[in-house]
């Protein structure tokens, strides 16, 4: 059973830092592009950050120049370091991957975890 596991996620005060992981586990065959997502309280879920399997990246424009993404493929996983946190990072931290699972067939399939709190105080 593949799945992916975050962690990392607690409460800081603003201007902290915190970094998030995420494992996927499972019989997996290659992990293409990986990324984070987030979701504040009456709000829609967001893209913060992807990164392709070769190491492109990508941020929404709230987060450029205070978080980064990286992966580790030997590891199958994906970090996100957040720098200078601020209340309005306050969120659900979701990890998220497409994935193809068989070197027999081509198919993507995409997953996420089940999301760790970061709770930014003022």
């Known amino acids: 059973q593949v799945q992916l596991v975050e962690s990392g996620g607690g409460l800081v005060q603003a201007g902290g830092s915190l970094r998030l992981s995420c494992a996927a586990s499972?019989?997996?065959?290659?992990?293409?592009?990986m990324g984070w997502y987030r979701q504040a309280p009456g709000k829609e879920r967001e893209l913060v950050a992807g990164?392709?399997?070769?190491?492109?990246?990508t941020y929404a424009d709230s987060v450029k120049g205070r978080f980064s993404i990286s992966r580790d493929n030997a590891k199958n996983t994906v970090y996100l370091q957040m720098n200078s946190l601020k209340p309005e990072d306050t969120a659900v931290y979701y990890c998220?991957?497409?994935?193809?699972?068989?070197?027999?067939?081509?198919?993507?399939?995409?997953?996420w975890g089940q999301g760790t709190q970061v709770t930014v105080s003022p």
């Open positions: 998220n991957a497409d994935m193809r699972l068989s070197i027999i067939s081509t198919k993507i399939v995409n997953y």
């Open positions: 990164i392709t399997s070769g190491g492109t990246t």
């Open positions: 499972g019989s997996i065959f290659r992990i293409n592009t």
